[in-house]
């Protein structure tokens, strides 16, 4: 595969936009200034590429190993050792509280660190990201104790956390689960069942493991309200944060996949073991959503490496292979043939690619910046104006980079023609590691009822009328502005439908539940391409007002014009699908598909 | 892997809607009755359903074993055995004419006996489809002793065809091409050179393998115009059809590659290798020709076996997995939660693929019974015809039956969830192995310019202006039809959109040719839309007409509403990319990319 480079450049550029440092001045991040951030990114730019990077294709190659015998899983050659590194140079708790031996540095700062992980090494980086699930959910959930045992050992990175929900027979719907608790007399619990799917529910890079259970007290309601976390350490683990015997928990087998080779994906068996309850009893569900939102904006962060990452591989193919002449005449006369650059459906591929993940990135690291307003700011209306905007930024983050990573994983690959369906270019990896994106912390199909169901129909677009808002101030600002009208016209035209399309969808649902299930991923894209115009238009004004080279500035403004010539559309046509409504889809009776 | 159930009612109405059973007696094929073609196709159902869907899997896992002592290459278990059943039963001979030993039926038969093993075993369908592109060559280009030698042997399946045509600096590029021949003095050539991506170049299945060969006789012309085309006999083969030594030629290695682990995929070494010049020197292009757009509509049938088999599997995981209630109200309140068939967007991919599959089938099959007018047809004018329309056809059915295959893979592995990312399922396969499809035997974007470039601009669109008029009968015909108007007049308006369409991009392209690479793959798929709309129109119709139960009369109607609701409307966003022309894609200097 082609070496990984940061995107060092762009990642400065979006925190401009974003007006990070002045935020993070604000909210009271002293030590977060320009300087340290950029020793700060520099430094995990080096680690990404010198030591992740490297081991992507052998930890792809050689995957994790599970001897049955013991339970024990094998990550591959190097993982442990780039882990001990990882935990050394603290990047473990960059995020986490000074308080609680971590860096205190901003939640947004943490999730360029993990783009960049995720570009690397996505298999890898599966490792650290549940164990910031699990710090979000100690640090709102956990009882002191809990916090001083387990919380300190996952910021430090001598333990990691993992998410046990899914079981067999339950998936999305958690309201299923099997798995039992019962309270033993010391205040402890017994925790019995399977969960499937564990993301690093076992491995060889620490010494514990810290498991998060949803599990049901006996006589708890049916259904979600009657779920209730635990924290079940693999090794059993006092109130005093004594290490104890083996817990009665254990893997029983590695899933064989289609990607992420490094990554462990466990069946874990419980049978008794000793846990403690998070949080009250049958509150399990609210706990599993702080832990699964900061998962899903890191899924977000996995796309965004991804499209990153499969964008580079494959510009630098195409500038390098020969291959036909420009139909418009010969452009390389002294070589063989023209580099395949020259061609518009290679440019097409590989300005999708560069489209999604320079304004994807925005987008991502925008609502990664909200989580920091939400922990710092001292003012409750900014804390809540930006929690609502987040909950509706989420499932848009989530679901579209996620799909966008597949659809530029995919581009990325025919740019290497046959040489992108073997092994030894990196790109079937890459393809084959981007499709569980769209599946893990929830289905874009779970991500698109969250958004249109939960966030639009049911909270009544709170969070969605903060963006709109943040988009009328754009355009009123840049409506008079003469080199800016070719995006503002377009973004406020797009955003006025998107705007109708909303009431239209509204009005619906309300006469039949169905209409939301029916428009819901056509309008999560719709969402998510309007967000980006929005983004790609703040993006051309932001480079023409600072101080960029003018090759910066003219490629920004190239870029954002093939946004809006070539990708914007797609919203005309999810739009028709949004309207002709859920009457095609649901009267072919089941019984008839295959008549 | 849910097992394979051939398709075969919908096989038996796409014959009925093409008329497939009067044209045959029309053509001369006296024996391919009704009878006589259900009975065939319901031998290929068994054979596909009963020995090749079973190997699918465990021959993925396995893969091929290459001896680099030898250059020997076994395939998986089962696979020598499942083609010696093959020929056994006559398949590899179905469509070859009766003189040379074949069967002499329709090649729109043998098409569908093709959908059948592709959608059963991809990797094992490679084999025979070599075969069929070595059959046709040698049928129009080989001389009198080359068709008795080297054709009977491969019509009667105790040998296989390949196609040598890429090198390691040339793919669509055939121009550039390096491999020499040179003559002996007994009239044969010695040829030299590397060949790459060969499929099924060596294996275990037959005692000999003929390589039909690209390669440059001395004092060629450059480019394209000094391309010839050799028959390179694994054991060197006499004029008089004795075999002798293994000749001078091996294979060198085999690709390791993202799927079709059972499909062999060659380096050949060519080192001074005897061989025979096939037509005339420098002409090997219209041969290679012959034989490539053969593989083509072969590869477009892979697209459709596997968009059917995508759909199946996913259809019966949403039949059977319980996972939440439908959002307008529980449908199986004795079960623990409904199937997720009820929901909305689970459907909108269930007929997604049921869509593109009885559609593509329809589109397909029609391409192919092309073929039959072109070899049978006594008047002149009806083959001209029927050639000038499957040239047209020929790109939109590889094009866009492989892109159908990678999008309906990708819906069905989602409807799995997680599930879909194990192996265990087979989906995951499914996906990997749909991936090749859209790029061997000419990429998407090959297809593309094909089209529009050669077939549309260069040809004027005589194939184009064939297809517009059949749509243009169909629809005068069900004008006043009131139960057919909801089709017909959004059929005629797509029509009428793509034929201004065509105007519009072809007076940019004579301003500036860069337009056509720009306009090229949106093209396509706008083409490849109408198209659909067109069967679709034509299959309700049809099954209105018939004498079908109730049943599947609904369900095709219902099929085709969900058809021109939601998969018609993505030519809106074709249209606005293309119309967007050139300038967003060309504007950027390749070297500020990653400025």
């Given amino acids: 595969m082609h070496p990984y480079t940061a995107p060092l450049r762009d990642i400065r550029f979006a925190l401009d936009v974003l007006g990070a440092e002045d935020l993070y001045q604000r909210l009271g991040f002293k030590q977060a200034d320009r300087e340290l951030i950029d020793a700060v990114l520099e430094e995990a730019a080096r680690f990404a590429q010198a030591v992740l990077a490297p081991l992507n294709a052998p930890g792809d190659e050689q995957g994790c190993a599970f001897d049955a015998a013991t339970g024990d899983v094998r990550t591959p050659d190097g993982f442990k050792e780039a882990y001990a590194q990882y935990i050394e140079a603290g990047w473990s708790g960059l995020t986490a509280p000074e308080s609680r031996g971590g860096q205190g540095l901003p939640e947004s700062v943490g999730a360029i660190v993990k783009e960049m992980i995720d570009a690397a090494n996505l298999a890898w980086g599966n490792y650290p990201l549940l164990s910031h699930g699990a710090i979000v959910a100690l640090e709102h959930h956990g009882e002191a104790w809990q916090q001083e045992v387990f919380l300190k050992r996952i910021i430090d990175g001598s333990w990691t956390g993992t998410m046990c929900l899914t079981e067999p027979h339950c998936g999305s719907d958690l309201g299923l689960l099997k798995t039992r608790a019962t309270a033993n007399s010391d205040g402890s619990y017994s925790v019995t069942g399977t969960k499937i799917f564990i993301t690093g529910g076992e491995h060889d890079l620490t010494a514990n493991i810290v498991h998060l259970v949803l599990a049901r007290l006996p006589d708890a309601p049916v259904g979600t309200r009657g779920i209730s976390m635990f924290v079940v350490p693999k090794f059993m683990t006092s109130r005093e944060g004594a290490v104890g015997a083996r817990n009665a928990l254990r893997c029983g087998s ?342």
């Avoid at 996995?302 to 291959?323: E, K, M, N, T």
């Avoid at 005449?329 to 999708?352: C, E, N, Q, S, W």
């Avoid at 993006?539 to 500035?553: C, I, L, Q, R, T």
């Fill in 254 to 595: 590695i899933e064989h996949k289609m990607g992420i080779h490094g990554s462990s994906t466990c069946v874990m068996n419980f049978d008794g073991a000793q846990g403690y309850l998070i949080g009250e009893p049958n509150k399990g569900l609210a706990a599993m959503f702080t832990m699964m939102n900061s998962a899903r904006l890191s899924v977000g962060l996995q796309g965004l490496g991804l499209i990153d990452r499969a964008g580079q591989c494959a510009l630098a193919y195409a500038r390098d292979r020969l291959q036909m002449r420009a139909l418009s005449g010969t452009k390389f006369p002294d070589k063989p043939a023209d580099p395949i650059i020259v061609h518009p459906d290679v440019r097409r591929m590989l300005l999708t690619c560069k489209a999604l993940s320079e304004g994807g990135r925005l987008l991502t690291l925008h609502a990664t910046t909200l989580l920091d307003v939400i922990a710092q700011s001292k003012d409750e209306a900014e804390r809540r104006e930006a929690d609502e905007l987040l909950g509706f930024l989420t499932p848009v983050v989530k679901g579209m980079l996620t799909e966008w990573a597949n659809e530029c994983a995919y581009h990325a690959l025919q740019v290497f023609g046959g040489h992108g369906y073997v092994r030894e270019w990196g790109m079937e990896q890459l393809a084959r590691d981007a499709r569980i994106t769209t599946i893990y912390e929830g289905t874009t199909q779970i991500q698109a009822l969250d958004l249109l169901g939960r966030k639009i129909v049911q909270l009544q677009g709170a969070g969605m009328r903060r963006f709109l808002a943040m988009i009328q101030r754009f355009c009123e600002k840049h409506m008079h502005d003469a080199s800016m009208i070719e995006f503002v016209l377009p973004l406020a035209e797009a955003t006025r439908q998107w705007g109708e399309l909303t009431m239209e969808v509204g009005k619906r649902a309300s006469a039949n539940a169905d209409e939301v299930g029916a428009a819901a991923v056509d309008y999560l894209a719709t969402s998510g391409y309007v967000a980006l115009a929005y983004w790609w238009a703040r993006a051309v004004a932001a480079a023409d007002a600072g101080n960029y080279p003018e090759g910066f500035k003219t490629m920004k403004r190239e870029t954002a014009r093939f946004y809006f010539a070539r990708l914007l559309p797609r919203i005309r046509s999810h739009d028709a699908a949004i309207r002709s409504g859920a009457a095609t889809l649901q009267a072919l009776d089941a019984g008839l598909f295959d008549s």
